[in-house]
């Protein structure tokens, strides 16, 4: 695998190379609703030569947000802000998807949050209201229209969030799931299977997901779980997108990005490969040109960077790739004024 390769992550929309922008919550959306600040940060990116955006994770319903300002998907009225988004990305040359994201008890809100369970009491939920299977359901309900609504947007995917502790990731833990009290892993992920069958059956939108592979603790999720979670949603999705977190991050891992530990993911990241032919992305604490291909010669399909594309918009062309690397599908060489490089000459 090559940075630079041309490679589908999604079946029918080739990204220019294997660098994923992480979703990240930008925190500046006011009712959700999209504004020039989105605009400018994805533009910029796709235009900094990014292969593929996952914008932020944007909320399937109000209470879903994870932050007051974060971006929502949640109303009809969003989608056309959402179109500019789509609209830049493609300008910039990238494949842009949209993150679905239900915060659950992990939303930090003034208005009342949901979950299924309290043990994510030492975020100080005070006004946590715990769901039945029925409301959860209905919750369900709520990606699939969102991903309807990501699809009238233009967007050529949607990933939806099943890690980092957000509401569907607490269906895969035994202790953190009282909606359904089984042992067995394919009745506790039954939701998240509704959600994906569902998108794939009745909207035209390539879906992904986000995992957090393993939580280092005896209680939580193990890399070896995911033999039979992958065999169960396999046949509905397009890739599998590990996170840098856990889920139970209430006992808290030694091995998170935010402990400054490399490359963190990746041996678990491979592990994935023995359990599906589907592309890979592995994710956390990415910010070199020798870490990316650490990676990929793993044969792990693209790598998502979070922080170092905060840092510099350009990332992927001033740290990844050689000028040589740059062609036409990159923005330098499509820029009118690229062109007339050699006018003062
Ligand atoms: C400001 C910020 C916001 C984030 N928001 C999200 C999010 O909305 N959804 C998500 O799945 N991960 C989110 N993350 C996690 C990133 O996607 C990524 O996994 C993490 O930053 C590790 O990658 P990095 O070390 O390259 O930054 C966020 C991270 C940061 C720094």
Not at 183 to 200: A, C, F, G, H
Not at 209 to 225: A, F, W
Not at 323 to 344: A, G, L, V
Request: glycine share 6%; hydrophobic share 35%; net charge neutral.
């Amino acid at each position: 695998m090559k940075l630079n390769d041309k490679f589908f992550l999604i079946e029918n929309k080739q990204s220019r190379n294997r660098i994923v922008l992480a979703p990240m919550d930008s925190q500046v959306a006011i009712d959700g609703f999209v504004n020039d600040i989105h605009i400018q940060h994805y533009g910029a990116r796709a235009y900094g030569g990014v292969g593929t955006i996952i914008v932020e994770g944007s909320a399937v319903t109000s209470e879903g947000r994870y932050r007051e300002k974060s971006l929502g998907i949640w109303k009809d009225e969003h989608i056309e802000g959402l179109k500019r988004l789509v609209n830049i990305a493609h300008s910039g040359g990238s494949v842009i998807g949209i993150q679905l994201f239900h915060g659950g008890a992990k939303s930090q809100l003034k208005e009342q949050t949901k979950s299924i369970n309290n043990y994510f009491d030492f975020l100080n939920q005070r006004n946590l209201k715990i769901l039945d299977l029925k409301e959860f359901y209905e919750i369900c309900d709520e990606f699939v229209k969102a991903a309807n609504r990501a699809k009238q947007a233009g967007f050529d995917f949607v990933e939806v969030h099943i890690g980092d502790g957000v509401l569907l990731s607490n269906l895969l833990i035994e202790e953190l799931n009282t909606i359904i009290t089984s042992k067995d892993i394919e009745k506790r992920i039954e939701p998240i299977v509704y959600i994906l069958k569902s998108i794939k059956e009745n909207i035209d939108i390539r879906v992904g997901v986000r995992i957090s592979v393993n939580d280092e603790n005896p209680d939580g999720i193990k890399v070896t779980d995911y033999k039979q979670i992958i065999s169960l949603i396999e046949p509905y999705i397009s890739y599998l997108h590990v996170s840098g977190g856990d889920i139970l991050s209430k006992r808290k891992s030694t091995i998170g990005a935010e402990n400054k530990v490399k490359l963190h993911r990746l041996n678990y990241s491979a592990q994935l490969i023995d359990y599906t032919k589907l592309p890979i992305i592995t994710c956390g604490n990415y910010d070199s040109k020798d870490e990316v291909k650490q990676a990929l010669e793993k044969s792990i399909s693209a790598v998502a960077i979070g922080r170092a594309l905060i840092a510099n918009a350009n990332f992927v062309m001033t740290n990844l790739l050689e000028p040589n690397e740059i062609d036409e599908s990159y923005h330098w060489n499509n820029n009118p004024w690229y062109k007339h490089q050699d006018f003062y000459k």
